[in-house]
Protein backbone atom coordinates (compact mmCIF):
# COMPACT_ATOMS: atom_id res chain seq x y z
CA UNK A 1 0.00 0.00 0.00
CA UNK A 2 2.73 2.68 1.37
CA UNK A 3 4.56 2.13 -2.40
CA UNK A 4 1.16 3.05 -3.95
CA UNK A 5 0.66 5.83 -1.86
CA UNK A 6 4.26 7.62 -2.50
CA UNK A 7 2.86 6.88 -6.51
CA UNK A 8 -0.11 8.64 -5.97
CA UNK A 9 1.53 11.32 -3.92
CA UNK A 10 4.63 12.01 -6.32
CA UNK A 11 2.87 11.43 -10.17
CA UNK A 12 -0.50 12.22 -9.29
CA UNK A 13 0.35 14.83 -6.63
CA UNK A 14 -2.62 13.76 -4.42
CA UNK A 15 -2.94 16.20 -1.07
CA UNK A 16 -2.83 14.60 2.01
CA UNK A 17 -6.36 14.53 2.97
CA UNK A 18 -6.42 12.52 -0.29
CA UNK A 19 -3.92 9.79 1.06
CA UNK A 20 -5.47 9.39 4.20
CA UNK A 21 -8.59 8.94 2.80
CA UNK A 22 -7.05 6.17 -0.30
CA UNK A 23 -5.05 4.59 2.79
CA UNK A 24 -8.46 4.00 5.22
CA UNK A 25 -10.44 2.78 2.08
CA UNK A 26 -7.45 0.17 0.83
CA UNK A 27 -7.26 -0.81 4.38
CA UNK A 28 -11.10 -1.42 4.77
CA UNK A 29 -10.90 -4.01 2.18
CA UNK A 30 -8.06 -5.55 3.00
CA UNK A 31 -9.53 -6.08 6.21
CA UNK A 32 -12.86 -7.57 4.77
CA UNK A 33 -10.15 -9.85 2.63
CA UNK A 34 -8.94 -11.15 5.20
CA UNK A 35 -11.93 -11.34 7.58
CA UNK A 36 -14.46 -12.69 4.99
CA UNK A 37 -12.67 -14.53 2.49
CA UNK A 38 -9.42 -15.28 3.74
CA UNK A 39 -6.98 -13.87 1.08
CA UNK A 40 -4.67 -11.32 0.09
CA UNK A 41 -5.47 -8.07 -1.81
CA UNK A 42 -3.31 -9.72 -5.04
CA UNK A 43 -5.63 -12.74 -4.27
CA UNK A 44 -8.70 -11.01 -4.93
CA UNK A 45 -11.23 -11.60 -7.64
CA UNK A 46 -14.32 -10.04 -8.91
CA UNK A 47 -16.79 -11.88 -6.77
CA UNK A 48 -14.82 -10.40 -3.80
CA UNK A 49 -14.94 -7.28 -5.34
CA UNK A 50 -19.22 -7.80 -5.69
CA UNK A 51 -19.08 -9.41 -2.38
CA UNK A 52 -17.36 -6.15 -0.50
CA UNK A 53 -19.56 -3.93 -2.45
CA UNK A 54 -23.05 -5.96 -1.65
CA UNK A 55 -21.63 -5.89 2.37
CA UNK A 56 -21.12 -1.87 2.30
CA UNK A 57 -24.73 -1.84 0.88
CA UNK A 58 -26.14 -3.73 3.52
CA UNK A 59 -24.37 -1.96 5.93
CA UNK A 60 -26.38 1.14 5.08
CA UNK A 61 -23.47 3.02 3.93
CA UNK A 62 -24.06 6.17 1.67
CA UNK A 63 -24.50 5.99 -2.51
CA UNK A 64 -21.10 8.59 -2.08
CA UNK A 65 -19.38 7.13 0.38
CA UNK A 66 -19.55 3.45 -1.72
CA UNK A 67 -18.47 4.67 -4.61
CA UNK A 68 -15.52 6.82 -3.15
CA UNK A 69 -14.78 3.09 -1.70
CA UNK A 70 -14.63 1.71 -5.45
CA UNK A 71 -12.93 4.28 -7.31
CA UNK A 72 -10.29 4.15 -4.62
CA UNK A 73 -10.07 0.32 -4.90
CA UNK A 74 -10.23 0.17 -8.73
CA UNK A 75 -7.67 2.93 -9.07
CA UNK A 76 -5.18 0.57 -6.62
CA UNK A 77 -6.09 -2.47 -8.80
CA UNK A 78 -5.29 -0.45 -11.98
CA UNK A 79 -2.02 0.52 -10.55
CA UNK A 80 -0.88 -3.49 -9.44
CA UNK A 81 -2.18 -3.73 -13.25
CA UNK A 82 0.62 -0.93 -14.42
CA UNK A 83 3.44 -2.54 -12.64
CA UNK A 84 2.65 -6.12 -13.21
CA UNK A 85 1.49 -7.35 -10.20
CA UNK A 86 -1.65 -8.28 -11.67
CA UNK A 87 -3.44 -8.83 -15.06
CA UNK A 88 -6.99 -7.70 -14.74
CA UNK A 89 -8.46 -5.41 -11.95
CA UNK A 90 -11.58 -6.89 -10.57
CA UNK A 91 -13.42 -3.68 -9.58
CA UNK A 92 -13.24 -2.72 -13.49
CA UNK A 93 -16.77 -3.97 -14.23
CA UNK A 94 -18.23 -2.66 -10.67
CA UNK A 95 -20.83 0.45 -11.54
CA UNK A 96 -20.84 3.14 -9.59
CA UNK A 97 -24.34 4.13 -8.10
CA UNK A 98 -26.12 7.26 -8.88
CA UNK A 99 -25.44 9.51 -5.39
CA UNK A 100 -28.35 10.25 -3.31
CA UNK A 101 -29.43 13.93 -4.17
CA UNK A 102 -27.55 16.49 -1.27
CA UNK A 103 -29.94 18.30 0.81
CA UNK A 104 -29.53 22.04 0.36
CA UNK A 105 -30.24 23.67 3.80
CA UNK A 106 -29.87 27.51 3.92
CA UNK A 107 -30.64 30.11 5.86
CA UNK A 108 -32.90 32.72 5.41
CA UNK A 109 -31.82 36.33 4.82
CA UNK A 110 -33.48 37.61 8.17
CA UNK A 111 -31.56 34.52 9.97
CA UNK A 112 -28.24 35.91 7.99
CA UNK A 113 -28.87 39.17 9.70
CA UNK A 114 -29.44 37.90 13.42
CA UNK A 115 -26.38 35.69 12.93
CA UNK A 116 -24.56 38.77 12.18
CA UNK A 117 -25.63 40.94 14.67
CA UNK A 118 -24.79 38.18 17.64
CA UNK A 119 -20.74 39.40 17.92
CA UNK A 120 -20.20 41.64 20.36
CA UNK A 121 -17.25 44.16 20.57
CA UNK A 122 -14.88 42.20 22.65
CA UNK A 123 -11.13 40.70 20.42
CA UNK A 124 -13.18 37.64 19.91
CA UNK A 125 -16.19 39.29 18.89
CA UNK A 126 -14.41 41.37 16.22
CA UNK A 127 -12.60 38.45 15.00
CA UNK A 128 -15.94 36.35 14.71
CA UNK A 129 -17.96 39.10 12.89
CA UNK A 130 -14.99 39.23 10.60
CA UNK A 131 -14.87 35.39 10.06
CA UNK A 132 -19.06 35.37 9.98
CA UNK A 133 -18.99 38.23 7.26
CA UNK A 134 -16.06 36.26 5.42
CA UNK A 135 -17.88 33.26 5.42
CA UNK A 136 -21.40 34.24 4.01
CA UNK A 137 -19.50 37.04 1.89
CA UNK A 138 -17.29 34.73 -0.46
CA UNK A 139 -18.76 30.94 0.00
CA UNK A 140 -15.31 29.81 0.72
CA UNK A 141 -14.95 26.32 2.06
CA UNK A 142 -13.66 25.94 5.99
CA UNK A 143 -10.37 24.62 4.01
CA UNK A 144 -10.33 27.63 2.29
CA UNK A 145 -10.99 29.82 5.51
CA UNK A 146 -8.28 28.04 7.21
CA UNK A 147 -5.61 28.36 4.53
CA UNK A 148 -5.94 31.80 4.16
CA UNK A 149 -3.19 34.19 4.84
CA UNK A 150 -3.01 38.07 5.07
CA UNK A 151 -1.29 37.97 1.58
CA UNK A 152 -4.48 36.17 0.31
CA UNK A 153 -6.35 39.26 0.98
CA UNK A 154 -6.72 42.63 -1.00
CA UNK A 155 -8.99 44.96 0.92
CA UNK A 156 -7.98 48.30 -1.34
CA UNK A 157 -9.31 46.00 -4.44
CA UNK A 158 -11.68 44.54 -3.01
CA UNK A 159 -10.67 40.87 -3.57
CA UNK A 160 -9.61 37.86 -1.71
CA UNK A 161 -7.54 34.58 -3.39
CA UNK A 162 -8.70 31.13 -2.11
CA UNK A 163 -6.36 28.06 -1.83
CA UNK A 164 -8.27 24.70 -1.46
CA UNK A 165 -6.77 21.92 -0.23
CA UNK A 166 -4.93 20.74 -3.08
CA UNK A 167 -3.35 24.72 -3.46
CA UNK A 168 -5.84 25.24 -6.33
CA UNK A 169 -6.81 28.98 -6.10
CA UNK A 170 -9.74 31.74 -6.94
CA UNK A 171 -10.46 34.91 -7.00
CA UNK A 172 -13.23 36.15 -5.21
CA UNK A 173 -14.96 39.56 -4.78
CA UNK A 174 -15.40 41.08 -0.94
CA UNK A 175 -19.05 42.80 -0.44
CA UNK A 176 -18.70 46.28 1.35
CA UNK A 177 -19.61 44.20 4.59
CA UNK A 178 -16.88 41.99 4.66
CA UNK A 179 -14.34 44.50 4.20
CA UNK A 180 -15.64 46.63 6.69
CA UNK A 181 -15.30 43.47 9.17
CA UNK A 182 -12.15 42.54 8.44
CA UNK A 183 -11.07 46.01 8.51
CA UNK A 184 -11.89 46.07 12.03
CA UNK A 185 -10.33 42.97 12.83
CA UNK A 186 -6.59 43.59 11.54
CA UNK A 187 -6.61 47.55 12.41
CA UNK A 188 -3.89 49.33 13.94
CA UNK A 189 -1.81 45.53 13.63
CA UNK A 190 1.47 44.61 11.32
CA UNK A 191 1.43 40.95 10.11
CA UNK A 192 3.51 39.65 8.05
CA UNK A 193 1.86 38.35 4.66
CA UNK A 194 2.24 35.02 5.27
CA UNK A 195 0.97 35.02 8.65
CA UNK A 196 -2.55 33.44 8.60
CA UNK A 197 -5.49 35.34 8.82
CA UNK A 198 -7.98 33.87 11.19
CA UNK A 199 -6.56 32.72 13.96
CA UNK A 200 -7.40 31.96 17.67
CA UNK A 201 -7.09 33.65 21.13
CA UNK A 202 -3.61 32.49 21.77
CA UNK A 203 -2.38 33.33 18.30
CA UNK A 204 -2.72 30.02 16.75
CA UNK A 205 -4.41 29.42 13.15
CA UNK A 206 -7.58 29.08 13.59
CA UNK A 207 -8.48 25.00 12.81
CA UNK A 208 -11.50 23.37 11.16
CA UNK A 209 -12.51 22.32 14.88
CA UNK A 210 -11.92 26.03 15.36
CA UNK A 211 -14.33 26.99 12.79
CA UNK A 212 -17.10 24.56 13.69
CA UNK A 213 -17.15 25.64 17.14
CA UNK A 214 -17.42 29.32 16.83
CA UNK A 215 -20.53 28.63 14.45
CA UNK A 216 -22.36 25.99 16.44
CA UNK A 217 -21.88 28.90 19.55
CA UNK A 218 -23.42 31.62 17.81
CA UNK A 219 -26.17 28.81 16.27
CA UNK A 220 -26.87 27.58 19.65
CA UNK A 221 -27.86 31.37 20.40
CA UNK A 222 -30.00 31.34 17.41
CA UNK A 223 -32.03 28.30 18.30
CA UNK A 224 -30.54 26.18 15.66
CA UNK A 225 -27.07 24.99 17.06
CA UNK A 226 -27.27 21.63 15.22
CA UNK A 227 -27.73 23.55 11.63
CA UNK A 228 -24.89 25.90 11.82
CA UNK A 229 -22.25 24.20 9.80
CA UNK A 230 -19.50 26.28 7.62
CA UNK A 231 -21.01 24.26 4.66
CA UNK A 232 -24.90 25.92 5.48
CA UNK A 233 -23.19 29.39 5.18
CA UNK A 234 -21.59 28.33 1.73
CA UNK A 235 -24.82 27.08 0.46
CA UNK A 236 -26.72 30.11 2.12
CA UNK A 237 -24.24 31.93 0.17
CA UNK A 238 -25.06 30.59 -3.51
CA UNK A 239 -28.96 30.40 -2.46
CA UNK A 240 -29.17 33.86 -1.60
CA UNK A 241 -27.03 34.77 -5.07
CA UNK A 242 -29.56 32.59 -7.32
CA UNK A 243 -32.81 34.16 -5.33
CA UNK A 244 -31.21 37.48 -6.31
CA UNK A 245 -30.54 36.76 -10.25
CA UNK A 246 -27.42 35.54 -10.11
CA UNK A 247 -27.26 33.10 -13.07
CA UNK A 248 -25.39 29.24 -12.18
CA UNK A 249 -22.12 29.98 -14.54
CA UNK A 250 -21.24 32.64 -12.62
CA UNK A 251 -21.68 31.09 -9.19
CA UNK A 252 -19.80 27.89 -10.23
CA UNK A 253 -16.82 30.09 -10.95
CA UNK A 254 -17.47 31.63 -7.52
CA UNK A 255 -17.61 28.84 -5.21
CA UNK A 256 -15.18 27.01 -7.37
CA UNK A 257 -17.41 23.66 -7.76
CA UNK A 258 -16.82 21.19 -11.08
CA UNK A 259 -19.46 19.40 -10.76
CA UNK A 260 -22.43 21.32 -12.49
CA UNK A 261 -24.63 18.55 -10.42
CA UNK A 262 -24.20 20.39 -7.23
CA UNK A 263 -25.13 23.58 -9.13
CA UNK A 264 -28.17 22.15 -10.37
CA UNK A 265 -28.88 21.00 -6.93
CA UNK A 266 -29.07 25.05 -6.04
CA UNK A 267 -31.09 25.38 -8.89
CA UNK A 268 -33.71 23.26 -7.26
CA UNK A 269 -33.64 24.91 -4.22
CA UNK A 270 -34.32 28.20 -5.90
CA UNK A 271 -37.11 27.10 -8.14
CA UNK A 272 -38.80 25.60 -4.77
CA UNK A 273 -38.27 29.39 -3.56
CA UNK A 274 -39.78 30.96 -6.82
CA UNK A 275 -42.69 28.95 -6.56
CA UNK A 276 -43.78 29.37 -2.90
CA UNK A 277 -43.02 33.05 -3.45
CA UNK A 278 -45.64 33.25 -6.95
CA UNK A 279 -48.54 30.60 -4.77
CA UNK A 280 -48.18 33.11 -1.86
CA UNK A 281 -48.51 36.32 -3.87
CA UNK A 282 -50.12 35.47 -7.54
CA UNK A 283 -53.92 36.58 -7.09
CA UNK A 284 -54.70 33.45 -9.37
CA UNK A 285 -51.80 31.22 -8.45
Not at 176 to 183: Q, S
Request: with cysteine.
Amino acid sequence: MNEFLEYLKNNKRASENTLVAYRRDIAAFETFLSDNRAKFMNECSESDAVAYVMELSNSSKSKSTINRKVSALRTYYEHKMNIGERTDNPFAKIKTAKNDARQIEYLTIEEVERLLELPDDSKKGIRDKALLEFMYGTGARVTEVVRMKYEDLNLRMGFATLRDADDASRIVPLGRYARAALEAYIAGEEHAPEEYLFVNMRGEVLTRQGIWKVLKDYGEMMGIGERMTPQILRDTYAVHILQNGGDLKTLQELMGFDDMSVGIAYLAVTDIHVREVFARCHPRA
